[in-house]
């Protein structure tokens, strides 16, 4: 989903931001596959972080993870939305 998210990345030099739990195997592989693409992302953990909470209820958040990356947000791990959105974050 397309928007201006430009309030969650004040104070942060990332256009990533990942909002999930450390119990949620989905999140440990939105990480991972993050980090073998050697991006820098901003890794809130919506069950300890109380800004990363509040952050995750104001967009709506129903899953984990949810990712914002540039003006994209994507709910749960999917690979292809996170290449397709990364390749617009670098244009």
Same mark, same amino acid.
């Given at each position: 989903?397309?928007? #201006? ?5 004040? !104070?942060? @030099?990332?256009?990533?931001? $990942?909002? =999930? ?23 809130? #953990? ?5 800004? !990363?909470? @509040?952050?995750?209820?104001? $967009?709506? =958040? ?30």
């Amino acid at each position: 989903m397309e928007g #201006d998210y430009s309030e969650f990345y004040v !104070g942060t @030099k990332s256009q990533v931001i $990942l909002y =999930g739990t450390t119990t949620c195997p989905f999140c440990k592989e939105a990480r991972s596959y993050l980090k073998s693409k050697n991006i820098s992302f901003v890794d809130y #953990d919506v069950d300890l972080h109380e800004q !990363g909470r @509040k952050d995750f209820q104001k $967009l709506n =958040g129903e899953v984990v993870p949810l990712i914002l990356i540039g003006d994209r947000k994507i709910s749960g791990f999917n690979s292809q939305a996170i290449d397709d959105a990364l390749s617009q974050l670098n244009n």
